[in-house]
């Protein structure tokens, strides 16, 4: 026994050796861990982070529309239209009588999801809807189905976001969903479309896409911006409006607006300013963000009322000036008792120009473009 009590100390020595390398190992792990959460939350910080100045939207219309989306103002009537995609819905703002007309279009479809006049007419307009395009007048609320309708994707593809070129095309995306309700988003499941005249067929000009939205171009014509809102950002394309075909008119695509890490937010609708500067609505922020796309800076951030809910879906310049900003809101598959909390979601709201003033320099938005029959 003796003879082995020498080999004790040694063998604790190395046993102590090994401990306290297994806990600095430890500690590096807890570390790694540590700076990889906070690095997470810090994302999830700056995508909802306010920037600069803050604006106030105020609520114009308590529609409760369950996606309330694709604000557009029709300078030939002095309204502001705008939709419930889910509701099958056209809404006429007249700021001026304060009325919000409704035409209830579900038993021609499911869902309207763009709007915009037909050029050289009073009343018409042209719409997305689930299974295409709609011609509907305004007046006597008589529609026209588009020959293509049927044919551009399967029952669980709708149309969403869309807008007219310069030249009067019609540039529209569409989002797929399964599960559930159609709560799921098909990632890569959707697409976007051209449609050049209603006497034509509609065109597949980009694939691959999971959820078309926010579109609009540059003052000049040359520059197209487009939101696909799973990649978190905006992008631009070099466009070329008297291109030989339509799958040359977008081209050289490139990120230039990065407006969050993941969601939420998600970048939806947008609206140029003469400036030359982008609002984009940030659904699930409750906000509407106002950037400079040559060099993708935060500029500007208007908060919508805590009642108002998180889902911000679009914006477009309005009035006769075009010196207001109207957002439109949501309640996309909510229950009761959330709707109960927070009563003004689906709302349409107005940031005046008073508010806009704030800013330093009057701003005024870019007339939107008709489409060309």
């Known amino acids: 026994m003796s003879a082995q009590r020498p080999l004790l100390f040694p063998t604790l020595l190395g046993f102590c050796k090994r401990l306290l390398l297994l806990s600095l190992l430890l500690l590096l792990f807890l570390f790694l861990f540590l700076l990889l959460y906070t690095f997470k939350n810090n994302n999830k910080k700056m995508s909802a982070e306010v920037v600069g100045p803050t604006l106030a939207a105020q609520l114009v219309v308590d529609a409760k529309a369950h996606l309330g989306e694709a604000p557009f103002w029709d300078s030939r009537r002095g309204e502001l239209l705008w939709l419930d995609i889910l509701g099958a819905q ?3 703002y007249n700021p001026s009588k304060g009325t919000n007309a409704v035409q209830d279009l579900s038993s021609h479809t499911a869902h309207v999801t763009t709007i915009a006049p037909v050029e050289g007419t009073d009343s018409a307009v042209v719409l997305g809807t689930s299974e295409g395009f709609l011609l509907l007048d305004l007046e006597d609320a008589s529609v026209q189905a588009h020959a293509a309708n049927g044919s551009l994707h399967g029952k669980h593809t709708r ?3 869309g807008k007219c070129d310069p030249q009067g095309r019609l540039w529209i995306g569409s989002i797929a969903r399964e599960g559930p309700d159609g709560a799921d988003i098909v990632p890569g499941g959707a697409a976007l479309y051209v449609l050049d005249g ?13 959820v078309s939205n926010g579109i609009t171009w540059s003052k000049d014509g040359q520059t197209m911006y487009y939101t696909d809102s799973p990649t978190f950002g905006v992008d631009a394309f070099a466009f070329d409006g008297a291109a030989a075909t339509h799958s040359q008119l977008a081209t050289q695509r490139r990120r230039c607006i990065d407006v969050c890490a993941g969601f939420p937010p998600v970048p939806d609708g947008c609206a140029l300013d003469a400036d030359g500067k982008l609002w984009v609505a940030c659904f699930g922020a409750g906000q509407v963000r106002r950037y400079d796309p040559t060099t993708g800076t935060l500029l500007a951030t208007v908060l919508l009322p805590a009642e108002a809910g998180l889902e911000t879906t679009a914006c477009a310049f309005g009035g006769p000036d075009l010196d207001e900003l109207y957002v439109t809101t949501a309640h996309e598959f909510w229950s009761e008792e959330k709707l109960a909390q927070m009563p003004l979601a689906g709302g349409l709201f107005r940031v005046p120009r008073e508010e806009l ?3 330093g320099s009057p701003i005024r938005g870019l007339p939107m473009h008709t489409f060309k029959r």
């Open 159 to 161: 149309m969403n976001d």
């Open 357 to 359: 003033a704030k800013l």
């Open 198 to 210: 209603w006497a034509s067929m509609p065109t597949k000009v980009l694939e691959g896409v999971s």
């Open 90 to 92: 056209v809404f006429q």
